[in-house]
């Protein structure tokens, strides 16, 4: 959400903003924005003039009733009278004038950061060389995972499509194993090294924070839908977030870091076409999430932590990945500045999302009214969130199987796995 303050005082650098984010008639959107605010804050003005004039008029009535004075009193009751049916359509309008606002702000996307990379696609992605991890291994004619997988017995895409049709999977045995030993894995190595909290939540969560987090209004058809008006959690982000959601924190206790693995579930609208053998795109999959509540000081230290935090997985693991900034027209809705990281996939011979790490600035922060406040000041400000996948388990189950294949079919196990797996060294038929 943004502070219509912040475009009041400086509407040029909000149209920058727009325009560096592909936002079309960027001008023409600022001055609708300026045109509403204007109008909102006349009406503002008119109702303070008239509840003053009411209260003035009230205690006129108390005075002309102490002289006798009949006519004046019921004259000045008139007015009163009048006032406040004035005063109650003025508040009706208020609130009509402020929804629409508040609903055209709602739709306009996090503006980038200042070192966002300008573009309009992921082609137009920078690389951040000095953040890269090790050299793709070569291998002979390396399979994609869902070969490894079907060959193996241990996956099964066509049983799923029988119970819930396409974009979901049967796992079984050991790599059934192999993914929960995935997932425990991050979740120790982000709480015992990195100082998150490991939090259950809830998977499904109500309109307001899905706002809040910025996957409503606009993102609707992204997500599924209970029959009695739930929304699947496409991403823990929006539990984690909203943990703190309406509250004043204290700022010695910021930032709060938290941690949870969860399913995920999401509609992939508009993915008709994109990937769809193997585990890639699923409507669900699992994911170890990270969200940082930090101060607006703290918020640029804390992206780059959260990144070392979720690289650190693949390092453990010994997968060759590289970092991109996201430029201006890849970066989703809260996003001030995302990196993603992406490892590599020798069965597709390419680079591969696993990560994005977020700062969403005080975007967030606005939508679910969440602010802190510091011992030497009376007021408060809002608080600044970031999210990342930490990682996504499914994907990183992906690269393990890719990148260690045998060329006998069968996957060694990765070092740092072996003691959730029973010492088990490699996955066979």
Known sequence: ????????????????????????????????ILDRD???????????????????????????????????????????????????????????????????????????????????????????????????????????HFDLGEKLGLMDFERAAKVSGSRFVFLKAGLARLERALGNFMLDLQTGEFGYTEMQVPLMVRDDAAFGTGQLPKFSEDLFRTTNDFWLIPTAEISLTNFVREEILDDEKLPLRFTAWTPCFRSEAGAAGKDTRGMIRMH???????????????????????????????????????????????????????????????????????SSCSNCGDFQARRMNTRYRTKDSKGTRFVHTLNGSGLAVGRTLIAVMENYQNDDGSISIPDVLRPYMGGMEKIGP
């Open 1 to 32: 959400m943004h502070d219509i303050r912040a475009i009041r005082e400086d509407a040029e650098a909000f149209t920058n903003g727009l325009k560096r984010r592909g936002v079309a008639d960027a001008q023409a959107l600022t001055n609708d």
């Open 38 to 144: 204007h109008g909102l804050r006349a009406l503002l003005t008119r109702l303070q003039e008239a509840q003053a004039r009411r209260n003035e008029a009230s205690k006129l009535i108390g005075q002309a009733k102490a002289k006798k004075d009949e006519a004046q009193a019921q004259s000045l009751m008139a007015e009163v009278a009048g006032l406040k049916d004035e005063i109650q359509k003025g508040e009706e309008e208020e609130r009509t004038l402020k929804k629409a606002l508040d609903d055209v702000l709602a739709a306009i996307p996090n503006l980038p950061a200042s070192d966002v990379p300008d573009g309009a696609n992921e082609n137009d992605n920078v690389e951040v060389k000095a953040r890269a991890f090790g050299t793709p291994p070569g291998k002979n004619a390396p399979k994609e």
């Open 284 to 354: 669900q999959f699992s994911k170890v999430e990270l969200v940082s509540i930090t101060t607006p000081e703290q918020s640029v230290a804390e992206h780059e932590r959260m990144t070392d935090c979720a690289q650190a997985v693949l390092k453990r693991l010994n997968l060759a990945h590289r970092v991109v900034t996201l430029c201006t027209g890849d970066m989703g809705f809260s996003a001030t500045k995302t990196y993603d990281i992406e490892v590599w996939l020798p069965g597709q011979n390419r680079f591969r999302e696993i």
